[in-house]
C-alpha cells in the first residue's frame, strides 16, 4: 500500500510569494495534520483537518492556511513568505479514533530567499 | 502547556555498544508518548508508542522505552546499537482529546562510530 506522499519534493520561492504544498494521505485516512521542521529542531504542529474540517491549529500567523478535499488529501498554503518560512514542511495522516497514530510523508523542503 | 524536552543534542557511542536517548516531559493532564527516528532527508518513522498499561515498551529495530510518571520520562534504549541506527530522535507528546496534535522535542542526533 502507498504510503503518506507529498509534492513537490523541493522548491523555491521568493519573500513575498505564495505557495501551495499538496498532501495525500494512507488510503482510509480521513485526518491529516501538517507539521513545520525548521533545521535543526523537532515539527511543529500547524493544523490537523479531518472530515474536511479543520480540528486543531497551532501557533503560527495567519498567512497559514490548509483546506481538505472530498478525497481526504490537503493543501497547505502560505501567503507572504518570508526567510523565516524556509523550512521542511511535514504531512501525517491517521484514523479514527486513533488520529495520535501519525503516518508521516517524506515532506516539503521550502527555501526562500 | 505542554512541552517535551530531550536532554542531550548529541549522543556520540561506538558500534555495539548500548544507549540511552532521555525525555522529560511536562503536561497536567495525561499523555501518550512517542518515539520517532528521522534519517537524512525523509520524514519521520514511529519507533514505539506508550498508551497504557505496561511501562516497558518494545518497538522497532530492537528500542525499547520506559514510561516513568513519577518522573515524567520517556527514555529511550538499545542494548546494542548499529551503524544503521545513526539518524535523529525525537519525542513527542499527544494529549488523549488532541490525537492530531503531537508536541515534539527538538531532537537528539545519534552518531555510531565503528
Known amino acids: 500500500d502507498a504510503g503518506v506522499t507529498q509534492s513537490p519534493t523541493h522548491l523555491i520561492k521568493t519573500r513575498g510569494q505564495q505557495v501551495t504544498l499538496r498532501c495525500s494521505p494512507i488510503s482510509g485516512h480521513k485526518s491529516v495534520s501538517w507539521y513545520q521542521q525548521v533545521l535543526g529542531q523537532g515539527p511543529q504542529f500547524i493544523f490537523q483537518y479531518y472530515e474536511k474540517e479543520e480540528r486543531g491549529r497551532g501557533n503560527f500567523p495567519d498567512r497559514f492556511s490548509a483546506r481538505q478535499f472530498p478525497n481526504y488529501s490537503s493543501e497547505l498554503n502560505v501567503n507572504a513568505l518570508l526567510l523565516g518560512d524556509s523550512a521542511l514542511y511535514l504531512c501525517?495522516?491517521?484514523?479514527?479514533?486513533?488520529?495520535?497514530?501519525?503516518?508521516f510523508g517524506p515532506g516539503t523542503r521550502l527555501t526562500v530567499t | 502547556a505542554q512541552s517535551v524536552t530531550q536532554l542531550d543534542s548529541q549522543v556520540p557511542v561506538f558500534e555495539e555498544a548500548p544507549v540511552e536517548l532521555r525525555c522529560n516531559y511536562s503536561?497536567?493532564?495525561?499523555?501518550?508518548l512517542f518515539w520517532y527516528v528521522q534519517y537524512p532527508n525523509q520524514g519521520l518513522q514511529l519507533l514505539l508508542k506508550?498508551?497504557?498499561?505496561?511501562?516497558l515498551v518494545k518497538g522497532i529495530n530492537g528500542f525499547e522505552a520506559e514510561f516513568n510518571k513519577s518522573q515524567t520520562s520517556f527514555h529511550l534504549r538499545k542494548p546494542s546499537v548499529h551503524i544503521s541506527d545513526t539518524a535523529e530522535y525525537f519525542c513527542a507528546v499527544s494529549l488523549y482529546n488532541q490525537g492530531g496534535k503531537l508536541i515534539f522535542g527538538q531532537g537528539t542526533e545519534l552518531s555510531v562510530k565503528p
Open positions: 506508550y498508551l497504557s498499561g505496561s511501562t
Open positions: 501525517a495522516s491517521s484514523g479514527s479514533p486513533r488520529f495520535y497514530e501519525q503516518y
Open positions: 503536561s497536567s493532564v495525561s499523555v501518550y
